[in-house]
């Protein structure tokens, strides 16, 4: 079960979501103990920073479609803000944008 707390949303063992406006997703890292890779976090709920990276590949609606490459969304969490890495395939790649809580994102 997700609970709210600040902009990002929380669920079982260490799971924490938060909105990605670059592919109007959610995107989830795990912090703490526990099996898998696991991000530090500085406990800020709603200034959030993660480290390392968060790099995101899944299939695009046009990957494998004459070799077009999947879509990726690579960026540092830092003080409440997403800095889009220039590998980002999306339209917010090399800008910096605030996270907003998940409910009020479109």
């Known amino acids: 079960m997700m609970a709210a707390r600040g902009v990002l949303r929380t669920g079982e063992d260490g799971a924490l979501f938060f909105h990605c406006p670059g592919c109007t997703s959610r995107h989830m890292i ?4 526990g099996a898998g890779p696991r991000w530090s976090f500085n406990g800020d709920f709603d200034r959030p ?3 390392p ?8 609606p ?6 077009a490459p999947p879509t990726v969304c690579h960026s540092f969490v830092r003080d409440g ?8 395939t999306h339209a917010l790649s090399g800008q910096t944008v605030p996270l ?7």
């Open 30 to 33: 795990m912090v703490g103990a």
């Open 49 to 51: 920073t993660f480290d």
């Open 53 to 60: 990276s968060v790099n995101v590949t899944y299939p695009g």
């Open 62 to 67: 046009d990957a494998g479609i004459g070799g």
């Open 81 to 88: 803000e997403i800095q889009f890495l220039g590998d980002c």
């Open 100 to 106: 907003k809580p998940i409910g009020e994102n479109p």
